[in-house]
């Protein structure tokens, strides 16, 4: 059976790792309790042979009766057992007797020098009991010995502690399942707002964020749930700005067209002028398709890039000779200089070309009749840098970090006709990144603008 649940599966991962401890312990005393058990019989040998000897050595002060305390009190030391002296009627002599209370006793060695015996309680050898014949005041009595055995002990530490083991095993057990539940109360909660999101709800966000690695996976969910939202406000955007753009054309060349089939063109003049008007529209919307076609393609990463050795100086003077009608069409001068002696960047010749050209129009666009636009090539470190200048209106602070956007516009008033589609900044920063340069702004309201587009150096 495949266990689903996360919470059952970290509560048993818990629970086994007390089991094997608890075990491992409960394993220890149990080897310490028969390795003491297996060697009993050979550790009471041991002990009857001590007997024997102290025996023969209290054999001639036992003859007559006579023991010293001393002699007694090292005989007790030097094998760790209790000893006391007998007659032949079991009336002690000398010495106490423990209190024999066991359940069993068996004897393991008879012989006419000693007898040996193991004494049980709750079925397990506890103490060795060893008796020794010897003439005590010229009369039979015996000398006995009797002796604990280590394993007693941990006989004891079962007693003792079997009730606090039981206990501290149910406290781990609760301590691992507060622990499990609350590692998978956080995972419950990035699944609930994952699954609130795919349902729809595109504000649902987690509220697990601890500094941990559940935390950092709902920060990481948030984020995620922050980039697509923004990505779906965007496309939303995208979409209806389309619909703006290619409406305003598509009216213009749907009611050109009506009139002319009207009859409103009263000459080949006027029949003209209106013709006119309806291709100056397709090209609008042909330029808005171009515009589009590139934008995908630079967000899919499908756009073909060259990256060869062109002349940057060639290519600005050849802009400066394409865009001359369109400056003295509104009484504008160029400021052209070049500043530098290196020549060369990598890049896109047509690509560059496209973006120098939007960023001229811009600028012819923008710029007040007799004024100036300057166009200007200086080096910085590895870097060739263009620069394109306006005298116009300039951009407000506020609007500087927006104007990159899909059909973003500054002069909200602006016709379209008059104001291109919004995409040409945008098309432009793709173009001059998928080059592996920059592109920036400076600018100021009332003061014009300055756009610089930096291009590594080619030798």
């Given at each position: 059976m495949i266990i689903r649940s996360i919470l059952l599966r970290q509560l048993l991962n818990h629970v086994a790792i007390i089991l094997f401890m608890a075990l491992t312990l409960l394993g220890?005393?149990?080897?310490?309790?028969?390795?003491?058990?297996?060697?009993?019989?050979?550790?009471?040998?041991?002990?009857?042979?001590?007997?024997?000897?102290?025996?023969?050595?209290?054999?001639?002060d036992l003859k007559t009766g006579r023991i010293t305390d001393r002699e007694w009190e090292l005989a007790s030391q030097s094998t760790g057992a209790v000893f006391w002296l007998e007659d032949s009627e079991g009336r002690i002599i000398k010495g106490t007797r423990p209190d024999l209370s066991y359940d069993n006793v068996?004897?393991?060695?008879?012989?006419?020098?000693?007898?040996?015996?193991?004494?049980?309680?709750?079925?397990?050898?506890?103490?060795?009991?060893?008796?020794?014949?010897?003439?005590?005041?010229?009369?039979?009595?015996?000398?006995?010995?009797?002796?604990?055995?280590?394993?007693?002990i941990v006989e004891t530490l079962f007693r003792s502690y079997s009730f606090p083991f039981l206990v501290g095993l149910a406290a781990a057990f609760l301590l691992a399942l507060l622990l499990s539940q609350k590692m998978t109360?956080?995972?419950?909660?990035?699944?609930?707002?994952?699954?609130?999101?795919?349902?729809?709800?595109?504000?649902?966000?987690?509220?697990?964020?601890?500094?941990?690695?559940?935390?950092?996976?709902?920060?990481?969910?948030?984020a995620m749930a922050d980039a697509i939202f923004h990505t779906q406000q965007t496309r939303?955007?995208?979409?209806?700005?389309?619909?703006?753009?290619?409406?305003?054309?598509?009216?213009?060349?749907?009611?050109?067209?009506e009139a002319l089939i009207d009859g409103i063109a009263v000459n080949d003049q006027e029949r003209t002028h209106y013709?006119?008007?309806?291709?100056?529209?397709?090209?609008?919307?042909?330029?808005?398709?171009?515009?589009?076609?590139?934008?995908?393609?630079?967000?899919?990463?499908?756009?073909f890039i060259r990256q060869e050795r062109l002349d940057l100086a060639e290519l600005l003077l050849q802009q400066a000779d394409t865009i001359e009608l369109l400056l003295k069409k509104k009484s504008l001068s160029l400021l052209l200089r070049i500043e530098t002696d290196k020549r060369y960047v990598l890049g896109d010749a047509d690509r560059l070309a496209q973006v120098l050209d939007n960023l001229l129009s811009n600028?012819?666009?923008?710029?007040?009749?007799?004024?100036?636009?300057?166009?200007?090539?200086?080096?910085?470190?590895?870097?060739?840098?263009?620069?394109?200048?306006?005298?116009?209106?300039?951009?407000?602070?506020?609007?500087?970090?927006?104007?990159?956007?899909?059909?973003?516009?500054?002069?909200?008033?602006?016709?379209?006709?008059?104001?291109?589609?919004?995409?040409?900044?945008?098309?432009?920063?793709?173009?001059?990144?998928a080059m592996g340069g920059t592109i920036a702004v400076e600018s100021d309201k009332g003061k014009g603008s300055i756009f610089k587009v930096r291009l590594l150096w080619k030798k």
């Open positions: 220890t005393v149990l080897y310490h309790y028969y390795a003491v058990q297996s060697n009993s019989g050979e550790l009471a040998g041991r002990i009857a042979g001590r007997v024997k000897n102290i025996a023969v050595f209290l054999s001639e068996l004897k393991i060695a008879d012989s006419a020098e000693y007898s040996q015996y193991f004494l049980f309680e709750i079925g397990m050898p506890n103490a060795c009991m060893i008796t020794v014949p010897m003439t005590i005041d010229n009369k039979p009595g015996r000398l006995l010995a009797y002796y604990q055995l280590n394993h007693a109360r956080s995972i419950s909660d990035i699944a609930d707002a994952a699954r609130r999101f795919s349902a729809g709800d595109y504000t649902s966000r987690a509220r697990s964020t601890a500094e941990d690695e559940i935390g950092t996976l709902g920060k990481t969910f948030n939303r955007n995208f979409y209806s700005n389309i619909s703006h753009e290619l409406k305003t054309p598509l009216s213009c060349i749907k009611a050109t067209t013709l006119e008007r309806v291709l100056a529209e397709a090209d609008r919307m042909t330029r808005l398709v171009h515009d589009i076609m590139d934008i995908e393609q630079l967000e899919a990463g499908k756009m600028a012819i666009r923008h710029a007040p009749p007799g004024s100036q636009i300057g166009l200007l090539l200086t080096e910085e470190a590895q870097w060739l840098q263009v620069s394109v200048s306006d005298q116009g209106e300039g951009i407000a602070s506020e609007d500087l970090p927006l104007i990159w956007d899909r059909f973003y516009r500054v002069d909200k008033s602006r016709n379209r006709s008059l104001g291109g589609s919004g995409l040409g900044l945008s098309i432009s920063r793709g173009l001059v990144e």
